[in-house]
């Protein structure tokens, strides 16, 4: 029940994020996995991990909503942990889960995307670390929370971190 609430608490807080410039301009972690998904036909399932202080990590996000708020397995707890990047072969394809990061304090977030069979080792690797990079940009994860239009920390509201610092 507690790693259910801490998900949910961090769903809302990423949420609460500031916007990204893509084309499809939207914060909410569950919305971005979605849109990011539909994208990527490739990619048979899609995961945000979040890990908020010392409180256990858990799913915030997925194309697989029966996951949202359930325990992250040992290869996304890695990452978070500080691992650049694990690759399990899942059903004849790839299981690849990055780090990203994350906008809320004190946070961690770990992207997990999982690509359908018949796709090499290497591409799906590659395929996924385009994938967390879209998630990432449109969750709104600037590189230090603020660009110089203040947009990041809530001000401007709209298009967010044309400029990075």
């Not at 949202?68 to 040992?74: E, F, V």
């Not at 990055?98 to 809320?104: E, Q, S």
């Not at 999982?114 to 796709?119: F, S």
């Amino acid at each position: 029940m507690r790693s259910r609430f801490v998900a949910l608490s961090l769903f809302a807080a990423l949420a609460a994020g500031c916007k990204s410039t893509s084309m499809d301009v939207t914060t909410s972690p569950q919305a971005v996995v979605e849109a990011v998904a539909k994208e990527n036909p490739d990619c048979t399932r899609l995961t945000v991990h979040c890990k908020k202080g010392d409180a256990a990590a858990a799913i915030c996000a997925s194309t697989d909503k029966a996951r949202i708020g359930q325990a992250s397995h040992a290869e996304d707890l890695k990452v978070l942990g500080g691992s650049a990047m694990e690759v399990l072969e899942e059903n004849g394809g790839f299981d690849v889960t990055l780090p990203i990061t994350c906008k809320v304090e004190n946070c961690k977030c770990a992207v997990g995307v999982t690509m359908k069979a018949g796709i090499a080792k290497e591409a799906a690797i590659a395929k996924a670390q385009a994938i967390a990079k879209a998630v990432e940009s449109r969750l709104g994860a600037c590189e230090d929370g603020k660009c110089a239009s203040g947009c990041c920390d809530g001000a401007a509201g709209g298009a967010c971190c044309a400029e990075k610092k």
